[in-house]
């Protein structure tokens, strides 16, 4: 990813899926990252990080397919548990499967990926198939946009690139605030993605720069 990160630390790239218009895009991408589980209440999903000390010899991201469900349904924020769940179900946690396993239709063993020339930075992930619990449009979307991306960082649609599940965003959980970035209980301001205002970490850290002025101004 190196010809990628070295221009743009965090790439946002934006693809639209040929099978199902769906648009489908890259983030939190983290050059020398490592993965981790995030944990839920009844749950556990997948997630990202770089250190500032430490680098390993990957980089990692995410790759989410956006959603708009039509009537009757309207229940996004339990569907998108219900995959994360499924995956636990079958990983008891975290999935990892090598793409070339995928793209043959068989689940990834630890042997395999031992011998991949990738290493796992999330250990503890169960080597299986990702195509049991995430649904086949979403396995789609993610192949064409891995497919895509390797013409302009050739190498990331090779058979030893790892993918983990399931990795599920709840942007429809939205706090009611104002312009100031105040919620409904007087001088309690919330920022970031976790008020549903933001969708990455520059526009998190502006948003939090717009609740810091409010409050400064309120105190002088």
């Known amino acids: 990813m190196r010809p990628l990160t070295d221009v743009m630390h965090e790439a946002k790239l934006l693809f639209y899926s040929k099978r199902f218009d769906d648009l489908v895009r890259t983030f939190c991408m ?3 990252g490592v993965v981790v589980k995030e944990k839920h209440k009844d749950f556990c999903t997948v997630n990202g990080h ?28 339990a569907y998108g ?32 990926i031992k ?12 080597a299986g198939d990702l195509s049991f619990a ?5 396995i789609s979307d993610i192949l064409e946009m891995l497919e895509a991306l390797d013409k302009i960082v050739p190498g990331v649609y090779s058979t030893s690139t790892l ?25 309690l301001f919330a920022a970031g993605d976790g008020a549903g205002i933001t969708r990455g970490i520059i526009h ?13 101004k309120r105190m002088s």
């Open 30 to 32: 983290n050059p020398y």
């Open 50 to 77: 770089s250190f500032s000390t430490k680098k390993s010899n990957n980089t990692n991201f995410a790759i989410l397919a956006s959603t708009t469900f039509t009537e009757p349904f309207h229940e996004p924020i």
């Open 81 to 112: 548990r219900y995959i994360a769940k499924l995956v636990n179900l079958l990983g008891e946690g975290i999935i990892v499967q090598r793409l070339g396993d995928l793209l043959q239709g068989r689940r990834s063993t630890a042997e395999r």
């Open 115 to 126: 011998k991949g020339s990738v290493k796992p930075t999330l250990t503890d992930a169960t």
């Open 134 to 138: 995430i649904p086949f449009r979403y």
């Open 163 to 187: 993918l983990y599940g399931a990795e599920v965003k709840f942007y429809s959980m939205r706090l009611k605030l104002t312009n100031n970035l105040e919620t409904e209980v007087k001088n």
């Open 204 to 216: 998190a850290a502006v948003s939090g720069v717009v609740a810091a002025r409010e409050i400064l």
